[in-house]
């Protein structure tokens, strides 16, 4: 009886839950206790039960020594990377690359030793294999500085992120994960301007790599930076084709492109966060901030004279005009509608899909209710894109600050009733900045410069306490009547 | 050598059978984890050797051409000090070279034509698809290059030659500045050394570059009134 009702009941735990035992914040130390008051596991099955995860104390202790040895291995490379930098011209170049794969085989050997076989030392030799990347990664440069490589060296990213791949698949770990996405996408903003056509290499990369690996690794962090790097690169390379590049053709591009653009995608997100395509605080975080930062950027009353960007050409980066090929001769509007047409439909598709197996599982609300937000969440950037030339400032600027001040506060509603941290936390970060932004643009000049910081600085002060105050309210009273995972 | 005991947990809990990844799930059982971690390893290093095999490719394999210079002195971070290089044949204009597939963009690439003239050698034609073997003159050497920026620019008018009044000349057409990178715009230096060779201004640079059959250049020496720059 008592075997037969825990495994279904740990069956069914939601991921987060899970997540939050693996990570050793919360180990079911007390509520082991009330299974066995309640008959549903003997004592021998809660010993074995919590013998499979660390005490919280063990956890924060591993957590600390993990940090801190990442951040010595982090010091150790700048220091090393530093060093040879500057006084090395005097070794031969043999010599410089005997001792740069030297450096790095010693490392990565030390870090196997240490953390793997016999793994006397596994945090530390953790770290060694993560400083066995950096040093990679430092290798590369410095083969490029023995050789007069050009200091302008995209490649030199792409080589980082490629070789240290493997070596975070092979040794599971999310900060080298980490540090090879971050490299990648580098790459990718660096190669923008130099490849002939668009960089199709890195969202491939992206999907087909990172994102399998993130999953497997349970690197929260890791997804992140794929859904927000996936968006960077379409709207880098949207940005590219339509040739926005000045400041005036960035203004009207945010209004027409980029902001329509990230609240789509956020919806996007919102929907797969609810689908569980992924960890939801992800993706419901990350679309909620995608959709906030697109409403954010059309609450300023500047003009979006499309005109702008229809003209073209005349705001290629750099300065340069178009090429002759036959693709670089079209208008830049033809160019780039395409490319954003088809991304524009992909995301709609995708948020469809989402929202009905979101629906299909209940996760959404069965009902008008959740289609009816869907519909006016998707709708709204899309009016927005096409009617931009159309609006009034004002209008455009008023609609969409009230936008943004509904969305904060459905947020900061929907993290107290759910009790969700992050959702809460989101929401206050956007009530702050808004508030702060709205200040700046009323204020700034309608009243006296000293006075305007010593009202702006109290203001934050007196705004940051009461925030503050009314978080910590909250999330005490959470963990006194115990915190539920946020589930849509 | 090495027990093959270390393996993560999360990688040796199966998970990535079970999540349906066949391709690992076949690695993970014919390569252990020993020698996967290895094999991790010498991937990178064989990725450092494959940057320093290209330069060495280009540099047994290239022509070598002197090109004039004017250096100014940048510090980078990641690498120390380096002599940034400008060349004669990095800032190019229509009219003075033929430029083929006008007007370019920011990072295309394009390949210049270079010909020996008395000491160093010249840009004397520019192109947006490298040029066949039959186009290029016998002992010209095809190098490759990105623009950096190009902008129309109004030539200077021609000074009178004649007294008497002349008619108001027509606006010159618009020519393009092209300002093209070949890589070899940076030469490393120790520290401080930079700084010296920047204070005289009256030091002429001229750099040994070596040009291979793909048009990939590298920096062999650079020379400083004549001298090669060592510091060994």
Request: net charge positive; with cysteine; charged share 15%.
């Amino acid at each position: 009886m008592a075997n037969g009702t825990a495994g279904g009941t740990v069956g069914g735990k939601p991921p987060s839950i899970r997540n939050r035992f693996r990570r050793g914040a919360g180990p079911p130390r007390e509520e082991a206790e009330d299974w066995v008051a309640l008959g549903l596991i003997t004592p021998a099955q809660r010993d074995a039960i919590l013998a499979l995860y660390p005490t919280a104390a063990e956890g924060r202790r591993d957590r600390a020594v993990l940090i801190f040895s990442i951040l010595g291995s982090i010091l150790v490379a700048a220091g090393v990377i530093l060093y040879f930098a500057a006084n090395w011209p005097l070794l031969p170049a043999w010599a410089k690359v005997t001792a740069i794969f030297s450096a790095i085989l010693l490392t990565y050997w030390g870090g196997f030793r240490l953390g793997y076989s016999p793994g006397a030392y596994p945090v530390l030799g953790k770290s060694l294999v993560f400083l066995g990347a950096l040093f990679y990664g430092a290798g590369i440069w410095l083969v490029a500085q023995i050789f007069h490589l050009q200091s302008n060296f995209p490649s030199g990213f792409l080589l980082w992120g490629l070789g240290i791949l493997p070596v975070a698949w092979v040794v599971s770990s999310a900060p080298i994960l980490y540090a090879a996405t971050v490299c990648l996408t580098i790459w990718m903003f660096s190669e923008l301007p130099a490849v002939s056509l668009l960089n199709y290499l890195y969202p491939v990369l992206l999907l087909g790599v990172v994102m399998p690996l993130a999953r497997r690794l349970r690197a929260a962090l890791a997804e992140v930076l794929v859904v927000v790097g996936f968006f960077l690169w379409f709207a880098a390379s949207a940005g590219r084709l339509l040739e926005i590049g000045g400041p005036r053709e960035m203004a009207t591009g945010g209004l027409v492109v980029f902001a329509p653009l990230a609240m789509l995608y956020g919806v996007l997100l919102w929907a797969g966060g609810a689908a569980e395509w992924g960890p939801q605080r992800v993706y419901l975080g990350v679309g909620a901030a995608f959709t906030l930062v697109g409403c954010y950027a059309l609450s300023f009353n500047y003009p979006a004279p499309v005109s702008q960007l229809l003209g073209g050409g005349a705001g290629a980066a750099g300065g340069a005009a178009t090429s002759s090929s036959s693709l670089s001769a079209l208008p830049p509007l033809l160019r780039g509608t395409p490319f954003l047409t088809a991304g524009v439909i992909l995301i709609l598709a995708g948020t469809a899909a989402a929202t009905r197996l979101a629906w299909k599982r209940g996760r959404w609300g069965r009902g008008a209710g959740g289609w009816s937000v869907m519909a006016v969440s998707v709708l709204v950037p899309v009016v927005a894109a096409l009617t931009a030339h159309l609006w009034g400032t004002i209008p455009r600027a008023v609609v969409f600050n009230l936008l943004l001040f509904a969305g904060t506060v459905g947020l900061i509603t929907v993290g107290v009733q759910r009790r969700a941290e992050a959702i809460l936390n989101l929401g206050l970060l956007s009530f702050a900045i808004h508030a702060i932004t709205r200040y700046t643009d009323l204020f700034f000049r309608a009243i006296d410069r000293a006075l305007f910081f010593i009202l702006g600085g109290l203001l934050l002060l007196g705004g940051g306490w009461l925030i503050e105050r009314s978080r910590r309210r909250l999330t005490k009273e959470w963990e006194e009547g115990g915190e539920s995972s946020y589930v849509p | 050598m090495f027990r093959d005991s270390g393996e993560p947990k999360e990688a040796a809990s199966g998970q990535a059978a079970a999540s349906g990844q066949p391709l690992e799930a076949w690695v993970r059982g014919h390569l252990p984890f020993v020698k996967r971690y290895w094999l991790a390893v010498l991937l990178q290093l064989a990725l450092i050797a494959a940057l320093i095999a290209v330069h060495g490719y280009t540099l047994a394999t290239g022509r070598p051409v002197l090109l004039k210079t004017a250096p100014i002195d940048p510090w980078d971070p990641f690498r120390g000090q380096y002599l940034s290089l400008a060349y004669e044949i990095s800032r190019l204009e229509q009219g003075k070279v033929p430029m083929e597939g006008l007007p370019y963009r920011h990072g295309q690439q394009v390949w210049v034509t270079l010909r020996q003239g008395d000491t160093y050698w010249n840009a004397v034609a520019v192109a947006t698809s490298r040029p066949g073997n039959k186009e290029v003159a016998a002992g010209d050497v095809v190098l490759g290059g990105r623009v950096q920026w190009a902008y129309p620019v109004t030539p200077a008018p021609q000074p009178a030659i004649q007294s008497s009044p002349q008619p108001a000349q027509p606006l010159q057409p618009e020519i393009m500045r092209v300002f093209i990178r070949y890589g070899i715009e940076q030469f490393y230096v120790p520290e401080g050394e930079g700084q010296k060779i920047e204070r005289n201004r009256q030091v002429q640079l001229v750099v040994e570059a070596v040009v291979d059959s793909r048009g990939r250049a590298v920096l062999r020496r650079v020379f400083a009134d004549g001298k090669e720059l060592r510091w060994r």
